[in-house]
């Protein structure tokens, strides 16, 4: 464990410190190919989750003011959940075995919240992209330079989805959704 190499633990490696080609084995690793199937897995449950979260969102607060900025970020998920529906088809990917799961679960915490209306709606939705965000940029560090096209697409949709910035003034919720949202990205990568 003396040099360098040795020493690094598992699963620390910095971005941009590791080029594609030279990604190193570690006991647990994923291989690139198991790790591009887990990663468009995860990321079409998450697009379809954020879809149904919409969808639930605007099955309460149709007629709201705010309705018109929903619909704009629904329409954007519809169009990111198409994405990986393609790349599942090119890369030969399953989806989520708990797609009937994200499907519900999705449209109830829209709903939920938008119940509480809209303030805590988008509370919702703040928690959810920043979860999102930080795990996108995770699998943006993961691929090399020969997944540049899926590493790309990644940036566009972490970019896209951080529309909405806005002090939430729900720390319970927010952090209960976080913990949700990070329970739900374990295991759509998984099952
Ligand atoms: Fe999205």
């Known amino acids: 464990m ?45 697009e379809f989750g954020a879809r149904r979260i919409y969808e639930g969102q605007l099955a309460v607060l149709k007629n709201h003011p705010d309705a018109a900025i929903i619909r704009h970020m629904h329409e954007q998920e519809l169009a990111h959940l198409q994405a990986f529906e393609k790349l599942m088809v090119q890369r030969r990917v399953r989806p989520s075995a708990l797609h009937p799961i994200w499907n519900i679960a999705g449209f109830a915490l829209g709903a939920a ?44 949709f972490r970019t896209e989805e951080r529309g909405a910035e806005e002090a939430t003034g729900y720390p319970l919720l927010t952090s209960a959704i976080k913990a949700g949202s990070r329970l739900a990205i374990w295991l759509a990568e998984r099952v």
């Open 113 to 156: 919240t938008a119940l509480m209306g809209a303030k805590a709606a988008m509370a919702c939705t703040v928690a959810v992209e920043e979860v999102i965000d930080e795990h996108y940029q995770q699998q943006q560090a993961q691929l090399g330079t020969d997944e540049a096209p899926l590493k790309a697409t990644i940036e566009r």
């Open 2 to 46: 003396s040099d360098s190499e040795s020493s690094r633990p598992a699963g620390s490696a910095e971005p941009g410190t590791l080029a594609a080609n030279s990604r190193p084995s570690l006991p647990g690793d994923l291989s690139p190919a198991e790790l591009v199937e887990r990663i468009i897995r995860v990321d079409h449950a998450g």
